[in-house]
Nanobody
Framework: QVQLVESGGGLVQAGGSLRLSCAAS????????MGWFRQAPGKEREFVAA????????SYADSVKGRFAISRDNAKNTVYLQMNSLKPEDTAVYYCAAVFGTLRIGVRGDDYDYWGQGTQVTVSS
């Protein structure tokens, strides 16, 4: 079973930045898509961003476009989420997700087969 290990969450003031990391236990291949979702208290889990390993194509939720950037490091089997200009509404548990065998970037939780444990991001006003 693929294991995803997340790190980088924490407490930051509005306008600040954080970078989340997600390391996969197995080597990534061109057919893998990795993404980030978040879930705030009392809300449904929502798509944030995803990257297709092959070619590096990315997709972002409208709410984070221009502020967040997803990237990958092939050598480290790691995906990152750089979060800038953070807002209190970005406060949530952030989850890393992965799916193998597809080039399609999904925006639904059930598009992904493997999930990290989640890391808390809290943005104070």
């Amino acid at each position: 079973q693929v294991q995803l290990v997340e790190s980088g969450g924490g407490l930051v003031q509005a306008g600040g930045s954080l970078r989340l990391s997600c390391a996969a236990s197995e080597r990534t291949f061109s057919s893998v898509v990795m993404g980030w979702f978040r879930q705030a208290p009392g809300k449904e889990r929502e798509f944030v961003a995803a990257v297709r390993w092959s070619g590096g194509s990315t997709s972002y939720a409208d709410s984070v476009k221009g502020r967040f950037a997803i990237s990958r490091d092939n050598a480290k089997n790691t995906v990152y989420l750089q979060m800038n200009s953070l807002k209190p509404e970005d406060t949530a548990v952030y989850y890393c997700a992965a799916v193998f065998g597809t080039l399609r970037i999904g925006v639904r939780g059930d598009d992904y087969d493997y999930w990290g444990q989640g890391t808390q991001v809290t943005v104070s006003s």
